[in-house]
């Protein structure tokens, strides 16, 4: 096997941008890392530039959807809180009361999920949802913020 930037590896590297220009370069390059790179180019019918492109391109406008509310909650379950969006993860900051939270409506046979005030902020409940109820345990009133995140 030949070295240097003419050596048949580094001819094929150059198919994907990937090819040393000079002998300093193929010496300090990783000639597997670079192969492993361009195979996986490869499986992504893309070059070095391509994918450099469409990675700048993806995330350049890309912003986080999130969403928040403050309800006041009762005996009785709230009306339901629309995110607008089908959330990932939702933090609670719950103070006054213990509540517990319905995560599909609860007039069906769904229960709510209790959460304490000592346990405030719950933060990163799992929860694919667009929409949440919630009510007080107690005859306390209730105040819980609701943070949303797709």
């Known amino acids: 096997m030949s070295v240097g930037p003419n050596s048949q590896i580094e001819q094929m590297l150059s198919l994907y941008g990937l090819g040393a220009n000079s002998w ?61 969006f089908v959330t990932s993860e939702i933090d609670l900051r719950i103070s006054g009361a213990d509540v517990e939270v319905a995560f599909a409506d609860p007039s069906g046979a769904a229960s709510g999920v209790p959460y304490s005030t000592a346990n405030s902020p719950v933060a990163g409940i799992p929860a694919s949802t667009s929409k949440l109820w919630v009510r007080s345990q107690s005859t306390t009133t209730a105040t819980v913020r609701i943070e949303g995140w797709a």
Not at 39 to 48: A, I, M, N, T, V
Not at 73 to 81: K, L, N, Q, R, Y
């Open 24 to 84: 300093a370069a193929d010496i300090v390059q990783s000639d597997t890392d670079r192969l492993l790179l361009a195979l996986l180019l490869e499986q992504r019918g893309q070059d070095l530039i391509e994918a450099t492109e469409t990675a700048s391109d993806e995330y350049s406008d890309q912003t986080a959807t999130y969403a928040t509310t403050e309800v006041t909650a009762d005996e009785e379950w709230s009306e339901p809180v629309e995110f607008g």
